[in-house]
């Protein structure tokens, strides 16, 4: 029982990790329907850029939050990079898009291998994030809080940026039919661009995050791929407030599963719970009523 | 029919075509055992020739995939080793020539490339590997084509092979020493946390037949995949033990994960240290400082005081693409190649044969950076000295502690009486 308050929390810090993982990917394939699986590279895109952030600035308390915004904007640009020289001759190929995206995956991780030391690089993480605060009895780690508080900032500023900007309209005026959307004047193709490279940054902003929990490597994208798309899928394609609920509550049952059982055998009962709820609701926890026929 | 669903659909096809690759992989791989076992002992020696003024050895590590960031530095140092024998003139006055091939962190490719390499370029031994599964895909192909391997990275024991000599420690080389260290430090409660797969799982029945015999309680045990970094929910586990040690046995990217999260946590050196025996000078910067403080297992530190290891250290630094720093694995690889021109030399002749019946006179030498390691002809591995090191702030290692002599290998753990002939057996059944 005493084990309730402590893995709520590890959970939810877990979890919140997934969903800025799992946000760009929202974007890309649950609005625009891209699979892409280069998204893990991305995040450790943004991982590097923290790491070369702190090479300029080498205070770390500083360094953190000036490598949020730098890791945004440079796993941004990658991505924007793959839409303009790749993924935009394939939007109507969905499973020609999986398998290039495999192989530019493939090659940003080797070219990382090349360029850092092998075996990674470490990111500091700001002396204000030692410690922990206590909860009932129980010692959180701040880190932790940290990655919540990031995640819930990430929701807050893509949910509103999509509400209430023009671009977000637009956005989700060619989710729901693009066709129409372009008969008003709407330049999908810029749409397109635009949400990519949020898509993508935001894989960067989830890349700082995952260079404070574990290791920055050529091979940490591959971790987080798998289980974010899962997350997108088991919260409902397109749907943003299905994804966050989806990644808290993976986050928890991996956490209550390794405490009662094993770390391995976790991962298994996670994930097994996510097949069988999209057997029973394969549209996931909310669908997006849309207006095109297709 | 909307979007929505058809997105569904996709995804799903998506994990079929996934699963379809894995199933097609893995198939694969199966012909290719086959194949290997059919190819059979015809292709067997005769192909290696050296009759002219050079010999064909082979390099086999994984340069792409998620066991590049540990291979790619035991193949440069293979390379800096052949550079320097053959500055000194080479084996037999016969100068190396490398094949390189890659693994590709691919245990099939491993076997494939094996097989290549002996029956294709016609390599007189090949040198590499690092995971136990790329060892245990090598095995079959050189015992089958009676070729030559050898693997420089301790492992879990409980094997011996004609045909591969073993250059890293064995369980009594370092898991063994580690016990017998913090049972002079007094240690009563230990935490044994792994990553999952055979050499955690090997090491740990070890650590546990072996604390038993010393009065040490196992007060948890935990295990995480290899590729999973998040370590959180266990090491609240560990704090709520509070065990007086931890036996880490993590291996790779991991091990930051868990550092962090031992960090995070509140643990330190000074109440709840570590020890661990996969952390050495490659590996603990990329930790930061979190890591200092706490205790590793290995023969050979670079800041070990020993007649050859000066001039090791100076070479690897000057080496292209050195990472400026020497470690454990690196030194044995360095070893694995030395150690086979010794072989040749002492028995005169790069056949197979001619080599382990070399091995069996039991004096062949090596002034090895780690000290005079003697090569044991019959299980083909190597004496070593047991060392613990404590990680400073420069990520090097201040010994602490060392055996007081040489340890003669013993993979099977025969000449200790705590380790039952049943569990002998079961472990070995067990690792395949």
Known sequence: MDALIPQLLNGSAQGALLLLAALG?????????????????????????????QQVIVASDLSIPVALPVAFVVAGLFGLLLEVTIIRWMYRRPLDTLLVTVGVGLILQQAALQIFPSQGVPVEKPRWLDGQLTILGYDWPLRQLFTILLAAVCVAALSAWLKYTSFGRRIRATVHNRDLAETTGISTRTIDRLTFFVGSGLAGVAGVAASLIGGTNSQMGAQYIIPAFLVVAAGGIGQLKGTILAAWAVGVALAFFAYWTTGSLAQVLAFILVIVFLQLRPQGLFTVRTRSLA | MSSTSKRMRVL???????????????????RAGDDTAGAGSSAAAGCVDTSGDTVKLGFLNSLTGGMAISEKTVSN???????????????????????????????????????KLLTQDCVAAIFGGW???????????????????FYPV??????????????????????????????????????????DYVFPRTANAIIKLYAAKLGIKIVGEEYVPLDKDDW??????????????????????????????????????????????????????????????????????QSLKTPTNPKFIQSWKAY??????????????????????????????FDVNAVNAAAKKNTITFDAPEGKVTLDGENHHISKPGHIGRINADNQFDIVWASDKFIEPDPYLEGY???????????????G
């Open chain 2, 232 to 301: 959180t929910s266990q090491v609240a586990k560990i704090a709520a033990a509070k065990p007086d040690f931890i036996f880490n046995t993590i291996n790779g990217s991991s091990n930051v994960g868990f550092i962090k999260a031992y960090y995070d946590a509140g643990l330190t050196p000074a109440q709840t240290p570590i020890i661990s025996v996969s952390i050495a000078e490659e590996e603990a910067p990329a930790m930061g400082h979190e890591v200092t403080g706490n205790y590793a297992s290995w023969n050979y530190f």
């Open chain 2, 12 to 30: 799903v096809a998506t994990g079929a075509i996934g699963t379809a690759m894995g199933l097609v992989l893995a198939g694969c791989g199966a």
């Open chain 2, 77 to 115: 140092v293979l390379h800096m080793a052949a550079d320097e024998i053959n500055a000194g003139g080479g084996i037999l006055g016969k100068k190396i020539k490398y094949v390189q091939e890659d693994g590709a962190t691919d245990w099939p490719t491993f076997a494939e490339k094996t097989e």
């Open chain 1, 25 to 53: 990917l929202s974007l890309t394939f649950g609005q625009m329907g891209v699979i892409n699986m280069a998204h893990g590279e991305f995040l450790m895109i943004g991982a590097f850029s923290a790491y070369l952030v």
């Open chain 2, 320 to 349: 292209p693409n050195s990472s400026g720093v020497t470690s454990d694995p690196m030194e044995a690889a360095y070893i694995s190649l030395y150690l086979y021109k010794a072989l040749v030399e002492a028995a005169g002749s």
């Open chain 2, 417 to 431: 009486d705590w380790f039952p002939a049943d569990i002998r057996k079961q472990l070995t059944d067990a690792a």
């Open chain 2, 131 to 149: 995971t136990s599964s790329s060892r245990k895909a090598v095995k079959p192909v050189v015992e089958k084509l009676n070729g030559l391997f």
């Open chain 2, 154 to 195: 301790q492992y879990e024991g409980l094997e011996s092979s004609p045909n591969i000599y073993y250059t890293g420690a064995t369980t009594n080389q370092q898991i063994i020493p580690a016990m017998d260290f913090l049972a002079s430090k007094g240690v009563k409660t230990l935490f044994l946390a792994g990553s």
